[in-house]
């Protein structure tokens, strides 16, 4: 961005990275409270003075907080990459369904059927902690509450959706579906793009490997198609 004359601020979420340390206990974290960082950091950006414009980019969960956060606040774009366009439970039990034996699938439903409407599950298997552990529920609940179509549909600036057909996560209806929920956004797709924005020319195997590999390049016409939006 900064190779093409685009300023940028960037930053790690809270109990991430570098920002590891704002999070105290993992049960105090919630949904909004990225949302209302992303919130703080428009506001700094337009009494900072010397931007132009302000436009927010989200990749994936991030996509849904800077969704939320351009409603109440007035930006000149939203970049949305790899967005899922339904809700979260929804996709979870779509990936779980790859993986987990009947039994672990159907507590999963319960679990997340009982988090969606607000309540805490008492009881999680131990094959099932990683993703049900007690100190993340708060966040899950608070996570669930969104619809993803709904929430864009919200959003008054213009919109430009990035999907690659090679996202083993997100899928190119869950473009279409943004899209055809707020009819101020626009798709553009990449043909060999995977969900870490990296272009795959081989299998699932290459795929996976993509995502620990920091080496490799961002794929090719990205950089370019986000500066000549945003321009």
């Known amino acids: 961005m900064a190779e093409q004359g685009i300023a940028s601020i960037r930053f790690d979420k809270r109990g991430i990275g570098d920002n590891t340390a704002l999070i105290k206990k993992e049960e105090d974290l919630t949904f909004n409270m990225y949302v209302e960082d992303v919130k703080s950091i428009i506001n700094y950006a ?88 007690t100190s993340v ?42 899209q055809a929920a707020n009819d101020k956004a626009d798709i553009h797709y990449f043909n060999k793009m995977n969900h870490v924005l990296k272009d795959i020319e081989g299998n699932r195997e290459q795929n996976i490997a993509s995502y620990s590999n920091p080496e490799w390049p961002l794929a090719n016409g990205l950089v370019d198609e986000i500066a000549k939006y945003v321009k």
């Open 46 to 133: 337009k009494k900072e003075g010397r931007l132009t414009a302000i436009h927010l980019l989200g990749h994936s969960e991030g996509a849904l907080i800077i969704t939320i956060a351009a409603q109440r606040n007035e930006v000149d774009s939203l970049i949305s990459i790899a967005y899922a366009g339904r809700p979260a439970d929804e996709i979870l039990m779509e990936q779980l369904a790859k993986s987990l034996p009947p039994n672990l699938l159907l507590e999963s439903e319960k679990a997340l059927r009982k988090l969606k409407a607000g309540h805490k599950v008492e009881s999680v298997s131990a094959e099932l902690q990683s993703l049900f552990r």
């Open 137 to 178: 529920q708060p966040y899950i609940i608070s996570w669930l509450k969104y619809d993803p179509q709904q929430e864009i549909n919200n959003v008054k600036a213009p919109i430009l959706i990035i999907q690659g057909k090679k996202d083993i996560q997100v899928t190119e209806t869950d473009a279409k579906n943004l």
